[in-house]
């Protein structure tokens, strides 16, 4: 059990850029979770897969932002024409379906746009 | 829709000192209730979970117990140490029949210091 994986541990960009973050999930989990955390509040849930299949958006999740999990294995979630409120840990968690209900969380991608 | 709502921080203790931090809930189905720990520089961790009324989850030495009546699942600790210092998040997931989304609506965390 290698635990959740995240690429880059840390991002700066510009405003305007755009960038992608990697998911790599526990082998054999099947449920991959995005969320958002700002400073000084909890994770907020921005978008649900169950195998490949992307079950659910938050509207958190603006026209800028997109994920995908092609082959239910690892995920990416791209932010497009990054904003300076876009700044945040973007976490990953997983789950197996046999404790759906228990998350497993990556590190975090930290980004700070500038 | 589904909120947590958790003590204001920070909370400062001595070693070997009683910790109580209150969570309080909403939500419309039948939520299961977690406590995440997260030391610093690392990610989140499940310290503790219950699923249903009157359970107890325990894990190092950490308790809490559900209650639906006062919607509440407040986290204990008999005697912290300063490797308890952290922040910890109280959170819920509404699973709803016909639904397999399991996300987390997580508080807004509650940071810890113990002092030696």
């Known amino acids: 059990d290698t635990g959740v994986s995240q690429d880059p541990r840390h991002k700066i960009t510009k405003r305007g850029q755009n960038v992608t973050f990697r998911c790599d999930p526990i082998?054999?989990?099947?449920?991959l979770y995005w969320y958002r955390q700002t400073l000084g509040q909890g994770p907020e849930f921005l978008t649900y897969?169950?195998?490949?299949?992307?079950?659910?958006k938050s509207r958190l999740l603006s026209d800028r932002f997109s994920a995908e999990r092609p082959k239910g294995s690892f995920s990416t979630l791209e932010i497009q024409r990054t904003e300076q409120g876009d700044s945040a840990m973007y976490l990953c968690?997983?789950?197996?379906?046999?404790?759906?209900?228990?998350?497993?969380f990556g590190p975090g991608t930290r980004l700070t746009v500038l | 829709g589904d909120s947590v709502t958790q003590m204001e921080g920070p909370v400062t203790l001595s070693e070997e000192a009683f910790l109580t931090i209150n969570c309080t809930y909403t939500?419309?189905?039948?939520?299961?209730l977690f406590w995440y720990v997260q030391y610093p520089g690392e990610g989140l961790q499940l310290l503790l979970k219950?699923?249903?009324?009157?359970d107890k989850g325990s894990n190092k030495g950490f308790e809490a117990t559900y209650r639906k009546e006062t919607t509440s699942f407040h986290l204990e600790k008999g005697s912290v140490q300063v490797s308890d210092s952290a922040v910890y998040f109280c959170?819920?997931?509404?699973?709803?029949?016909?639904?397999?989304?399991?996300?987390?609506?997580f508080g807004k965390g509650t940071l810890l210091t113990v002092n030696p």
């Open positions: 959170a819920l997931s509404d699973w709803n029949s016909g639904g397999s989304n399991y996300k987390l609506t």
């Open positions: 897969f169950q195998n490949e299949a992307q079950l659910e």
């Open positions: 968690a997983s789950s197996t379906p046999f404790k759906p209900n228990e998350q497993f």
């Open positions: 082998s054999e989990h099947n449920r």
């Open positions: 939500a419309t189905g039948y939520p299961s």
């Open positions: 219950a699923t249903k009324a009157d």
